[in-house]
């Protein structure tokens, strides 16, 4: 039995050199057993990584289960209400947001956006179910979901195209109509016609933004000074 002269670690009969700090084995009285197994791997390696599509099915895995548990419990339960629906629509709006883009990689933007939407819309569609609203969804609900969602869509078709200061221009234009089709919607339901005042406040807002991003992306001096002060 031999002794590491640096650190004093225990060295095995087949150690070169010790194991912790790397220090040359020399022992004329006990030469090197060249022939034994060394007591561990002299060859280092990883453990191989899950490729993404392995950790979305994991994950689309976990998803249906507590889904599927909600509703047993929901079900069995019995307390009076579809509880679990709310679970589950949450669930699959994950899974259409974050887990399908993984299966599907090369997925166009605009298909995207309106699997989006419709997630969202079948999530509203569920929590309806529960709370007796077909009214409420299919006359606020789903108007407001289908107009944010051609929203999106007209800017994940148009924006790819352009600068950054044209995209951020498009997208506080996107939301300046954002609210201006929320409110005209919540109006027609509540009284039936459309009155308009917060939202015109933010169109207001947002189009002096806008205009000056307008002049700015016009004028090739300021456009570069932008560029250069926010590192466009």
């Not at 899950?50 to 994950?59: Q, Y």
Request: aromatic fraction near 10%.
């Amino acid at each position: 039995m031999s002794y590491c002269v640096h650190c004093g670690v225990e060295l095995d009969a087949t150690a070169a050199s010790c194991p912790l700090c790397a220090t040359p084995v020399h022992d004329p009285k006990s030469p090197r057993d060249t022939t034994s197994p060394p007591p561990y791997p002299t060859r280092s390696s990883t453990v191989e990584l899950p490729g993404k599509g392995e950790l979305a099915l994991l994950l689309t895995v976990i998803l249906c289960a507590v889904a599927a548990a909600c509703g047993l419990l929901n079900v069995f339960l019995k307390p009076g209400r579809l509880w679990s629906l709310y679970v589950i629509g949450a669930l699959l709006t994950v899974w259409f947001w974050l887990i399908l883009p993984i299966f599907l990689p090369k997925l166009h933007r605009a298909a995207k956006v309106l699997l989006d939407g419709a997630a969202v819309a079948l999530y509203l569609f569920l929590i309806s179910v529960d709370l007796n609203g077909r009214d409420w969804y299919l006359g606020l609900a789903l108007p407001i979901v289908l107009a944010e969602t051609a929203v999106v869509l007209a800017m994940a078709v148009y924006l790819p195209r352009h600068s950054i200061l044209t995209t951020i221009t498009v997208l506080i234009g996107g939301c300046a109509l954002s609210c201006l089709f929320v409110e005209l919607f919540v109006d027609l339901w509540l009284t039936g016609r459309w009155q308009p005042l917060w939202s015109l406040v933010v169109t207001a807002a947002c189009g002096a933004v806008m205009a000056v991003l307008i002049v700015v992306r016009r004028v090739p001096g300021l456009r570069a000074w932008t560029r250069r002060q926010f590192h466009l």
